[in-house]
């Protein structure tokens, strides 16, 4: 390969990760919601790049379970069926409960000081006016514990999971006065894990994370092929 057409790749290939980082942005903050269509052209003028880097950005964010590529029809944020929601929740219950285990036998103190800040910071807000600060920091707080943890195969199987749980986790947050319970469970993970109880950590995230299931399911339709917005 002559070099004006590597350096042409190396543009293409950056491009196109940065409108995946922008979109899979615009879908985890709630501004592209479930089922909405993706508008290529739209996407392409708002960043400025061809609507080629926005393709191969579709087709990343697809792989990823964040968006579904219909023929002749385009692009869609994903939309989470129940019976897969229900599936995946149970997966994420175990995913948690080992990294709460791995990391009980690990944490140092400066760790221990970090995930508290963490919880202290959301309880600012607890407001659901306040939601849209509160969801990216309570992810922020679950990966910097898959992070610590120390195994990359967990943190790859965690991070493909939470993509495709995006809106679920966030509707099950806003109901049933989630985000205050949702703090108090957070604050009884880090007790877990500042005690080195790898027992408790483990039950603890697995008690968190079955509990926000429950309230996700309080008010989402129960029919098995009904669909969570």
Known sequence: MDAPAAIALV???????LVEAE????????????????KEVAIAARLGVGRSSVREALRALEAVGLV???????AFVRVVSETEAREMYVVREQLEGLAGALLAARI???????LREY?????????????????????KFHRRIFEMAGNGRLLDMYGRLTNEL???RRNGLLRGGGLAVSNIEHRNIVDALAARDAD??????????SAGGQRRRAQAPGDSGSEVA
């Open 166 to 168: 995006h809106t679920v």
């Open 108 to 114: 140092t103190d400066d760790e221990v000081r970090e």
């Open 23 to 38: 979109v899979m942005r615009l879908i985890l903050a709630g501004e592209l919601d479930s089922g909405q269509q993706i």
């Open 11 to 17: 543009r293409k290939t950056s491009l196109s990760s």
């Open 119 to 139: 919880v202290d910071e959301l309880d600012y807000y607890l407001d659901p006016a306040e939601f849209q600060r509160y969801f990216p920091l309570n992810l």
């Open 68 to 74: 579904r590529i219909e023929k002749n029809r385009g």
């Open 200 to 209: 408790g950590a483990s039950a603890a995230m697995r008690a968190h994370v």
